[in-house]
């Protein structure tokens, strides 16, 4: 199983500045990697896919980067609704798997 | 527009028995894969089970294989999470997510979750 690590787990950060989260796998996924924002009480989005493309409709603040084991997902200039957890997600192998998430909260 | 909604959870004994279902509609429902992952009580997202169009292909996480059952009704666009031998770790709120694309013969499924319902809770105790 690939093991996805995300880092940090909490992220302070003030409203208009950058955020930068990191998510390492244990393998290479090529560029197999999506990431998601989850708010409380609401179903998880797809923000982008294929490590760096862009998902329907996701804002040009929200970009991906990295292959085989290194991927960031930067957020620029946050705005209040980008305070929720992020999720990356392989799909490379079996079993799918999910990193442990990355709270982006308001300093 | 999209929407899946899921329902189905409760509250059930170890041991016990549930059916989970996610009635989709606003896309030809018969041309894409579907998945089930659920987020336990203050923990992040796992992957659990999906489907392919034409429900010749499943894929479960091991944790689960033997245990649950993932089918589909096309023709009521309906997705279901069968789920025996319930365990209180099974506890859960369980989500349904339509693959992001279409998929087509051995491409089945390309494994990017979006949209997603909003969720049914699974509580496993005694």
């Known amino acids: 199983e690939i093991v996805l690590t995300q880092s940090p787990a909490t992220l302070s950060v003030s409203p208009g500045e950058r955020a930068t989260l990191s998510c390492r796998a244990s393998q290479s996924v090529s560029s197999k990697l999506a990431w998601y924002q989850h708010k409380p009480g609401q179903a998880p989005r797809l923000l982008t896919y294929?490590?760096?493309t862009r998902a329907t409709g996701i804002p040009a603040r929200f970009s991906g980067s990295g292959s085989g084991t290194e991927f960031t997902l930067s957020i620029s200039g946050l705005q209040s609704e980008d305070f929720a957890v992020y999720y990356c997600?392989?799909?490379?192998?079996?079993?799918?798997?999910f990193g442990g998430g990355t709270k982006v909260e308001i300093k | 527009q999209v929407q899946l909604v899921e329902s189905g959870g409760g509250v059930v004994q170890p041991g016990g028995s549930l059916r989970l279902s996610c009635a989709a509609s606003?896309?030809?429902?018969?041309?894409?894969?579907i998945h089930w992952v659920r987020q336990a009580p203050g923990k992040g997202l796992e992957w659990v089970a999906v489907?392919?169009?034409?429900?010749?292909?499943?894929y479960y996480t091991d944790s689960v294989k033997g245990r649950f059952t993932i089918s589909r009704d096309n023709s009521r666009n309906t997705l279901y999470l069968q789920m025996n031998s319930l365990r209180p770790e099974d506890t859960a709120i369980y989500y349904c997510?339509?693959?992001?694309?279409?998929?087509?013969?051995?491409?089945?499924?390309?494994?990017?979750?979006?949209?997603w319902g909003q969720g049914t809770l699974v509580t496993v105790s005694s």
């Open positions: 489907i392919s169009y034409d429900e010749n292909g499943k």
């Open positions: 997510a339509r693959d992001y694309s279409p998929g087509s013969g051995r491409y089945w499924a390309t494994n990017r979750f979006g949209p």
């Open positions: 606003g896309f030809t429902f018969n041309n894409y894969a």
């Open positions: 294929d490590a760096s």
């Open positions: 997600q392989q799909f490379n192998d079996w079993p799918l798997t």
